[in-house]
């Protein structure tokens, strides 16, 4: 992952591995570039993919076979550090450049604002449709971000949708020709950096806040109900045919 600074802006381009596939080393690698930020805060925030993809979602070739204890620490470290994003407090921007499917499309739903790159990227959350689950803290940053409408086809149908049909459905907020993204983006974080710091900060917290109370009303048993559906003999089946196509040589 790589962070530069344009003016007030900081830019984190994200390339960490094959379509930025989010594993224990990409959290640990963002969760650093983080300490970086908080140490030095910038006016806002860019974060971008790399190559045809913003974040494909979970490495699943790396989670497939881990146990029950693994696993529990990995999605819990996972949405601990999509809620350090999420609450950041300054603006944070997401220019999502390609698929931001499944785990990123979370990632992109804990910035300010999204802009999509236009053409054949596609963004959701297609976890039901793997037969897996969705923790709480994509569930509830999820109902923070997009229309009450949009909930159903988003969560329970497992969508993956094109540019325009996400701004439909309020997942992102603009749609720009790819060419453009980055300069729109851009655009967007700097308007947003000129806002009185202190005063966006205490406002954005304020937003927020409570969907972290309602997460932390279930943090007891989110992460093994989480776990018991990935590792459900329907799901297990289902991810390791993903797993199969993944890794297929061509």
Not at 66 to 76: D, K, N, Q, S, V
Not at 101 to 108: F, S
Not at 180 to 192: F, P
Not at 211 to 230: H, N, P, Q, Y
Request: with cysteine.
């Amino acid at each position: 992952m790589h962070l530069e600074r344009q003016g007030a802006v900081a830019l984190l381009r994200m390339n960490a591995g094959k379509a930025n596939a989010i594993n224990p080393r990409f959290l640990e690698l963002l969760g650093k570039l983080l300490d970086q930020l908080e140490a030095t805060p910038p006016g806002a925030l860019l974060l971008t993919g790399d190559g045809r993809a913003f974040s494909a979602g979970l490495d699943l070739p790396a989670l497939i076979d881990l146990g029950t204890a693994e696993l529990t620490a990995f999605i819990r470290d996972f949405s601990e550090t999509m809620l350090r994003v999420f609450m950041l407090s300054w603006p944070v921007v997401a220019a999502v450049n390609g698929h931001a499917v499944a785990g990123g499309c979370v990632l992109a739903l804990q910035a300010d604002q999204r802009v999509m790159a236009s053409g054949e990227g596609r963004i959701g959350l297609n976890e039901v449709r793997l037969g897996i689950g969705l923790p709480a803290a994509v569930v509830e940053t999820l109902r923070f971000q997009v229309p009450p409408s949009s909930l159903f086809p988003v969560a329970a149908e497992g969508g993956l949708f094109l540019p325009e049909e996400a701004l439909g459905l309020g997942l992102v907020q603009e749609v720009a020709p790819p060419g453009r993204l980055l300069e729109r983006a851009l655009e967007r974080a700097h308007r947003l950096a000129e806002l009185p710091a202190l005063a966006f900060a205490q406002v954005k917290a304020s937003l927020r806040r409570p969907v972290l109370a309602r997460i932390d009303e279930s943090a007891a048993t989110d992460a093994a109900g989480w776990v018991k559906t990935f590792h459900a003999p329907a799901a297990q089946r289902l991810l390791r045919e993903a797993v199969a196509r993944l890794t297929k040589k061509p």
